[in-house]
């Protein structure tokens, strides 16, 4: 049987031991901390209509890597092209042709990922069909008009890709978006030294069921 003394310290001991015991938990598994956060995928493609979905995926204190799945809020730069719903995932729908920034934040850490709408193009055409250009000289103009759209013109700013070939396989003919005089969208394609061509132009986009929609093919030739 335990005196009053021993007694006093047998408790005091499963005291010390109880606090202990709590103070090592605590120590040993201290809540990791959001280290950084990532969106999946980084590019995504949707059409009119269509729909994908966004993650975010966290970077922990400890080195472990998981879903954020609450707390994440959503923006888009420019507004107007998808529209965007969750606050762990989310998902967006696309609402008209174009591409925009979309951005999560958690915990005051951010992460982008960019979202490109396609049009319900079927055919793309190529206006003029051949141009000539002389080196250093002024731009030739292309426009590549979509139909039925949008975008009513492809550019590669807006989800096509333009591909210039030359049978010598050179590559001092550059293009670039821009617009032309009555603001629509077009391409500025420039000679450099060294060009000799001729070059042939053709745009692709994004079409149905995983598709492509490529344009006829235009001709730049080059000259001193």
């Known amino acids: 049987m335990l005196t009053g003394r021993k007694l006093a310290l047998s408790l005091a001991f499963t005291a010390l031991v109880a ?3 709590g103070v090592s938990c605590k120590g040993f598994f201290v809540q990791p ?6 969106v999946s995928p980084t590019t995504v493609n949707v ?3 269509d729909q994908a979905t966004l993650s975010v995926f966290g970077t922990y204190s400890d080195g472990s ?3 954020v799945t609450s707390g994440v809020s959503w923006s888009v730069d420019p507004i ?3 529209t965007i719903v969750g606050t762990g995932s989310a998902t967006i729908t696309g609402v008209t042709s174009g591409t925009t920034t979309i951005t999560a934040e958690a915990q005051a850490l951010s992460s982008t990922s960019s979202a490109t709408v396609i049009g319900n193009v079927t055919n793309i055409s190529v206006t003029p069909t051949s141009g ?3 080196i250093g000289g002024a731009p030739v103009i292309f426009s590549f008009a979509a139909t039925p759209g949008p975008p009513n013109f492809i550019t590669t700013t807006n989800g096509g890709t333009l591909t210039i070939t030359d049978a010598a396989g050179d590559s001092d003919v550059s293009c670039v978006a ?3 005089g009555s603001g629509n969208p077009d391409e500025e394609c420039s000679a450099t030294t060294g060009a000799t061509g001729p070059y042939s132009l053709v745009m692709t986009y994004p079409g149905a069921n995983g598709g492509t929609v490529t344009s006829p093919t235009a001709t730049l030739t080059v000259s001193q």
């Open 178 to 180: 821009s617009t032309d």
């Open 132 to 134: 000539n250009a002389q």
């Open 19 to 21: 606090l202990a015991t």
């Open 47 to 49: 059409g009119v209509g």
């Open 33 to 38: 901390t959001l280290q950084s956060i990532a």
């Open 80 to 82: 107007g092209i998808v």
């Open 65 to 67: 890597r998981s879903t």
